[in-house]
Nanobody, 128 residues
């Protein structure tokens, strides 16, 4: 059974940075995708960024997030990361990581349906 544990969520001031972690255990795929989704107040859950487990082909959704959010992975640790910079109030929400099988060198997707396992979420609050 795959188990994901997110960490790193915190209260941060606007303009600040955070790095979220997603530690995976029980994964048996040779290669997989690690994705980050978020649930912000009043909105549906949305994909943020994803990456292959060998730290390949990172992808971040839309221009508003690109350049600020970056997914990465450490295959030796079975851990994914989401680096978040220049945070603003709209980034407040619960951030979830998810994993699903992905052939090596393929690009990950930010469609929740392709991910089999999800973490419990970690709260990120951006406020003064």
């Amino acid at each position: 059974q795959v188990h994901l544990v997110e960490s790193g969520g915190a209260l941060v001031r606007p303009g600040g940075s955070l790095r979220l972690s997603c530690a995976a255990s029980g994964v048996t795929w040779d290669h997989y995708a690690i994705a980050w989704f978020r649930q912000t107040p009043g909105k549906e859950r949305e994909g943020v960024s994803c990456v292959g487990s060998a730290n390949t082909n990172p992808y971040t959704r839309d221009d508003k997030l690109k350049g600020r959010f970056t997914a990465s992975a450490d295959s030796a640790k079975n851990t994914g990361y989401l680096e978040m910079n220049h945070l603003d109030n709209d980034d407040t929400g619960v951030y979830f990581c998810a994993v699903g099988p992905l052939p090596a060198r393929y690009f990950c997707m930010l469609s929740s349906s392709v991910y089999d396992y999800w973490g419990q979420g970690t709260q990120v609050t951006v406020a003064l």
